[in-house]
């Protein structure tokens, strides 16, 4: 029997998810991998429900909130003895960097102060504390109220901890949310190292020199190292995607999945559901994405079935539009490969950056982008690779496209680009026939064919289609298959006066690249024998050209009548 709660789209806040009786998949069990652990960070692709388990966390361990401990009442943790035994016991520090996106690194720092401000209005009664000083607490008055200097501002995070270490007589847990969104708008608004000295700051004064820290938990993206963002933080460790710890707490499980499609009476979509939303691996445990699973099941609800790429508009992709567009040809090669279904084998950057990342002088991207994007969930493992001795080679992985949701936000970021790039060179190709310059048009057509992303099957109504795309919009009635003299022509391009030049083309597919020439030869008589100007002679036209054009993969060879 199908069940009445809501699904929570959206929903990032434990205490409203339990309050208002949204579907819950039990993630309490994370509560004992940190237990575990004094300075942690996961890395997680956004949307798989990093935001709502540290809200989780900060109703679990937080001082403040034992009035909300019955909302642990019948989940997992709730028959774990000495994990309950840190239930609301801590002061916490609970900030998420996930919507400090702006243009400018000002904003930027405004927005934090915002943030400190927040988590002094929540403890307010702290800045009257008997254990602090005068000038401690004008201090914590200042956050309160935003009046700080950028010294003050990196040391928010160690002075408020301080405090409030000294008002409960308790350390702190301090949990930080996408600590790396900041990072990657400074790297896409050319602010990054001016970010990455700030979070440095920040992070090194809160975890790495703070005498009043119980914990502090992040999670993020990527694993930012190299900038020494978490130099000499002592018993810190990493959880990427790659480990076993926690590799269930982020994402849904099978099970869980397979049980949400059952709660909701949706069982005959379960298979879809695996095609177009699995695929992900954490550890050794196959996740799948959650926020696409919800919105799905969310849609049955409303009376469609149908699935569809619930991920293209989240947060993110425009940083993968910007590197698939930059990409070398070789690269573009690789994604036509991984859209094809197939496997590329590369050495993955556990600890990745941003500017690692940047284009170079040629403004193309290397190979690096590979990491981020399986780490961003844009990409998966299929396996580790082994050298030709059998031995693993470190940080070498089979990639892949994880399922057909990606594959579409793929095809339709690759579709947007190359419509950019056929309009720089339709119009030449077209003044090129129309000045019979063939060498040029074939040039042009094969750069054209060269950048482009195909996964389909190489064959001549494919082809057909191709330059029937091709050629719209450049002020010629293009039309395809009609009849004229003895048969019917591939395309014509038809200008809107009769003194213009009409262009008949007639596209072949040759099996071979030797056979490219004759082909194209073959399909420049077939204009003449077959009679296929007669329908623009008779149309009192004043000049008609005929081409033959011939395709093997993406090679092409054009031969005028």
């Not at 690789?334 to 084998?345: K, P, S």
């Not at 036209?541 to 011939?550: E, L």
Request: aromatic share 14%; charged share 25%; net charge negative.
């Amino acid at each position: 029997m199908a069940i009445n709660k809501r699904i929570p789209i959206g929903i990032e806040n434990f205490k409203e998810m339990i309050d208002k009786d949204y579907y819950y998949v039990d993630k309490t069990n994370f509560i004992n991998d940190v237990l575990d652990e004094k300075v942690v960070l996961y890395t997680r692709p956004r949307r798989f429900g990093k935001t709502l388990n540290m809200s989780m966390l900060y109703y679990f361990f937080s001082n403040k909130e034992k009035s909300n401990a019955y909302l642990f009442d019948g989940l997992k943790i709730s028959d774990d003895k000495e994990a309950l035994k840190h239930q609301n016991q801590y002061p916490v520090i609970f900030i998420s960097l996930k919507e400090m996106k702006s243009f400018k690194f000002e904003e930027q720092k405004e927005q934090f102060a915002f943030l400190i401000s927040q988590i002094m209005t929540d403890y307010s009664e702290v800045m009257e504390s008997e254990t602090l000083d005068q000038t401690d607490k004008a201090q914590l008055k200042r956050y309160r109220c935003g009046n700080y200097t950028d010294l003050m501002l990196k040391n928010s995070l160690l002075f408020i901890s301080q405090c409030l270490y000294k008002h409960f007589h308790q350390k702190v847990i301090i949990l930080i949310d996408e600590y790396d969104v900041p990072l990657q708008d400074a790297y896409l608004h050319d602010y990054y190292e001016e970010m990455v000295d700030f979070l440095r700051s920040v992070f090194s004064a809160a975890l790495k020199t703070n005498n009043a820290l119980e914990k502090g938990i992040l999670t993020g993206c990527l694993r930012i190292a190299k900038e020494s963002i978490f130099t000499g933080l002592n018993n810190f460790n990493v959880y990427s995607i790659f480990e076993n710890v926690a590799s269930q707490a982020f994402g849904f499980t099978p099970q869980e999945t397979q049980k949400l499609f059952e709660d909701y009476d949706f069982r005959t979509a379960i298979e879809t559901a695996k095609e177009w939303y699995d695929g992900y691996l954490f550890g050794n445990s196959e996740i799948y994405n959650p926020w696409s699973i919800l919105k799905y099941v969310l849609k049955h609800l409303q009376g469609n079935n149908r699935p569809e790429s619930f991920w293209a508009n989240t947060s993110g992709n425009d940083i993968v539009k910007k590197y698939i567009e930059h990409a070398t040809s070789a690269m573009k090669e690789e994604f036509e490969q991984l859209m094809n279904g197939q496997t590329i084998v590369k050495r993955i950057k556990p600890e990745l950056t941003y500017r690692e990342m940047d284009f170079d002088d040629d403004d193309r991207i290397n190979d690096d982008v590979y990491s981020f994007l399986l780490f961003t969930g844009y990409l998966k493992t299929t396996g580790q690779c082994d050298d030709e001795h059998g031995q693993l080679l470190l940080n070498t992985y089979q990639l892949a496209i994880p399922n057909r949701e990606i594959k579409e936000i793929y095809r339709i970021t690759f579709m947007d680009w190359f419509a950019r790039f056929q309009k720089t060179k339709n119009e030449p190709f077209i003044k090129a026939l129309i000045d019979c310059k063939t060498d040029q048009a074939i040039d042009l057509l094969t750069d054209v064919l060269l950048n482009s992303i195909s996964y389909y099957d190489n064959y001549e109504s494919f082809y057909h289609g191709f330059m029937l795309g091709f050629l719209q919009n450049l002020g010629y009635q293009v039309i395809s298959n009609q009849e004229s003299g003895d048969g019917r022509f591939d395309i014509a391009l038809v200008p809107s006066r009769l003194t213009g030049t009409v262009l008949i083309l007639e596209c072949k597919h040759s099996q071979n690249i030797e056979k490219l020439i004759q082909d194209s030869e073959t399909a420049a008589k077939q204009i003449e024998t077959k009679k296929y100007k007669e329908k623009f002679v008779q149309a009192k036209y004043r000049q008609i050209i005929g081409y033959g054009i011939s395709f093997y993969k993406k090679q092409c060879y054009i031969t005028k009548l």
